[in-house]
C-alpha cells in the first residue's frame, strides 16, 4: 500500500527496509476541545534522525504519537492536516490506522516487553498481532536478524525462551527496537528512549540509533539537548507561550546549524539553558 519495495506477502527480512521520508502538512492536533498542537509543517528525510527537542508540554509527543495514528486512540484526541509518506496521506479515509502502524513504529520511555512471553515471542509478537502466519525456520530467521539488528542477539542467544522481563533495563529497551523492526517498519519512533537507562545502556542505544539510520527513518523525542546533538541530522525546536496554549514548531534545522546558529530568539535561550 505505500509502495514498500519488498514482497507484500512476505514476512521475512529479505530486503532491508527502505526508510521513507515524511512531510507534514498543516497539523494541528486536539485532546477535546484542547489545542495541544498548532499548525506543524515539516518535511523528514528518509534514513535520517530527526530530534524532536522543547520544553516540557509543546507538544513533541503528541506530533510524534500522530505520525503512527496513536494519538487519535486517546478518548477525544484528533488531529487535522496532512502526514504524507510514499505519496500516501496517512490521514486518507482509505487508510488502516493498524496499517500505519505496521509501517511506523514505535519504541517508548519505558521499555515495555510483554511480561507474559518469551525474549522470541516478543521478537515475533508484531507478526502474531497480525496474524501473520510463518514457519519455525522464518520465525528463527526473523528472530535473529532483529536481535541482531538490535545488538542484542549476542548477549540473548542462548536464552531466547526466557521472559523479556528477565534482561537489564537497556537491555530491554534493545528487545523492544528488536520487536519494531521485526515487522519492517519504515520509520521508527522513539519517545525519549534513553530516559530510563543508565549512562552505558544510553550509549548503547544512541550508537544502534546511528546504525539503524542507515535502513529506517529515525524520529526522536529527547529532553537531552546533548543527546540530540549526539544522534541526530536534523532537529526541531518546539515550544509553548504557556500552559494552556499550543505547542508550535519554532524552528527546523541540519542540527550543527540549530545548535550552532539558530535563526530564532527563542531557540538560542532555550538551547542555552535560559528556560524549559
Ligand atoms: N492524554 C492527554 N489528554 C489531555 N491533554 C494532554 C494529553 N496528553 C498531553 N496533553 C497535553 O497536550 C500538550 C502537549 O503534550 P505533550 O505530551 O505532547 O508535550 P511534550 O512536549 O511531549 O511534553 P513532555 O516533554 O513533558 O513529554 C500539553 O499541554 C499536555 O498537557
Known amino acids: 500500500m505505500f509502495g514498500l519495495k519488498r514482497a507484500a506477502t512476505s514476512t521475512l527480512p529479505q530486503a532491508p527496509a527502505q526508510g521513507s521520508g515524511l512531510e507534514i502538512k498543516g497539523l494541528n492536533c486536539y485532546y477535546g476541545n484542547f ?3 498548532d499548525d506543524v509543517n515539516m518535511v523528514i528525510k528518509p534514513r535520517t534522525v530527526t530530534a524532536f527537542i522543547g520544553p516540557s508540554g509543546c507538544g513533541k509527543s503528541t506530533v510524534l504519537r500522530t505520525i503512527n495514528r ?5 478518548p477525544g484526541a484528533r488531529s ?6 510514499d505519496g500516501v496521506n496517512l490521514f486518507g479515509p482509505s487508510v488502516d490506522p493498524v496499517d500505519v502502524r505496521r509501517h511506523i513504529g514505535m ?25 501473520k502466519k510463518v514457519s519455525k525456520q522464518e520465525a528463527d530467521d526473523i528472530v535473529e536478524w532483529a536481535l541482531k539488528g538490535a545488538n542484542l542477539w549476542d548477549g540473548v542467544s542462548n536464552k531466547l525462551d526466557k521472559p523479556g522481563t528477565d534482561l537489564s533495563g537497556g537491555q530491554q529497551q534493545r528487545l523492544c527496537i528488536a520487536r519494531a523492526i521485526a515487522v519492517h517498519p519504515q520509520i521508527l519512533l522513539m519517545d525519549e528512549p534513553c530516559s530510563a537507562l543508565d549512562p ?9 540509533i546511528e546504525e539503524l539510520k542507515h535502513d529506517y527513518t529515525i524520529v526522536i523525542v529527547t529532553h537531552n539537548m546533548q543527546q540530540a546533538q549526539r ?11 504557556g500552559v494552556g496554549k499550543p505547542g508550535h514548531l519554532v524552528e527546523m534545522a541540519p542540527t550543527a546549524e540549530l545548535f550552532g546558529n539558530p535563526q530564532r ?7 542555552s539553558g535560559q528556560f524549559g
Open 265 to 271: 530568539p527563542e531557540t538560542q535561550k532555550y538551547i
Open 231 to 241: 544522534v541526530s541530522d536534523y532537529t526541531a525546536f518546539f515550544n509553548t507561550e
Open 35 to 37: 489545542h495541544a498542537v
Open 70 to 74: 496513536m494519538h487519535e486512540t486517546v
Open 107 to 131: 519504541v517508548f520511555q519505558r521499555p515495555n516487553p510483554f511480561p507474559t512471553m518469551s525474549i522470541r515471542e516478543n521478537v515475533l509478537s508484531g507478526l502474531t498481532l497480525n496474524k
Open 80 to 85: 487535522t492536516g496532512e502526514i504524507v509518506m
Open 200 to 208: 552505558i545502556s544510553t550509549l548503547a542505544i544512541e550508537k544502534l
